[in-house]
């Protein structure tokens, strides 16, 4: 295990000694949560953070003449001719 991958380890093991949630990659690409990990990083080199995800609100803006979408805490700027459309507002999941 290289150094970097040894704090890579730390911070994910004390990422659950705090109460935080792990996974652990069974398949390529395929992560399930790991409720009781048994840290084997000579054989699963790959447990990680669990990645959470909120939703945001994407506002409408038609923006000279172009439907576009921007978080509702950010402004749209440097568009002469903007007009907001609530009605084609959408929510969506991101990574925090």
């Known amino acids: 295990m290289t150094r ?4 890579e ?3 994910v093991m004390q990422h659950y000694a705090d109460g935080g949630e792990v ?3 069974y398949v390529r690409g395929a992560w399930s949560t790991n409720f009781n990990p048994n840290w084997d990083w000579s054989s699963w080199r790959t447990f990680r953070i669990k990645k959470t995800t909120k939703k945001i609100k994407l506002e409408a803006w038609l923006v000279d003449g172009e ?5 509702e805490d950010k ?9 907001r459309i609530p ?3 959408k929510w969506v999941e991101v990574e925090e």
């Open 4 to 7: 970097e991958e040894t704090l």
């Open 9 to 11: 380890a730390i911070k």
């Open 23 to 25: 996974e652990r990659e």
């Open 67 to 71: 439907l576009q979408w921007h978080r």
């Open 75 to 83: 402004m749209v700027v440097g568009a002469n001719h903007s007009k």
């Open 87 to 89: 009605s084609e507002d």
